[in-house]
């Protein structure tokens, strides 16, 4: 898109600002995935769809694992730009858990060379008191038991969720924020309720992912509401 003289800008913001209205812009610009070393990246979208799950990374192999997702959202861009925003954290991060709120590497950031090898610096690079082009990525790093299939979910919404470690995306000025989050699901492969199938994983690792589990509920009852 060509760019707005500037008057035409102020104009915009101002009208903005008399009308009250609220429609705020999110727009993904880039987001990409991590899984066990392999990135893929996707095409921006100009409409977050509902603001709601935008990606889930499936492992069905035991053993270690990594997964991450990286998202590049503006909001409000063609108002007052994509880089007067700032990010905070909330809630305290599980030990599977990592995290990073950073420029997305075009001018000072790391966060897509951190995100690219698979692990987040777990630092705010873009704080209210340095606001610029937010980025953020959250990672998992687990360990699955045969027998069992792993589920992390990445979430956008303009609602907070209500508990769990979640990432926060600020336009000041639009006063608008976004909430980045994941969940991590542990589910068997065999049919719960057959002989000698466990529906949940050992006591050490239900333990490891109650943050997690904790998130997952809260998602469904929503999701139930919603519908
Ligand atoms: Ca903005
Ligand atoms: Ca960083
Ligand atoms: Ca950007
Ligand atoms: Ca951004």
Redesign the pocket.
Known sequence: MKKLPVTLLALAANAMCVSGASATDFNL?DWATYKDGTVVTQPGSPVIPGLASIFDLIFTTAGTHTAIGFV???IDESINT?FN?FGETSGSLPAVQSWEIDE?GYVFGDIWTNFSSGVLDNTNAVPDTSPD???MALGWDFTLDPGYTAKASYFLSAAAPSSGFYLTHTDPDSDASLYFYSTLSITPNCQPGTPGCNPIPEPSMAWLFAPALAGLVWTRRRSKKAA
Do not use: A, G
């Open positions: 610009f590049d959202v503006e994509f925003e997305p082009d937010v980025s």
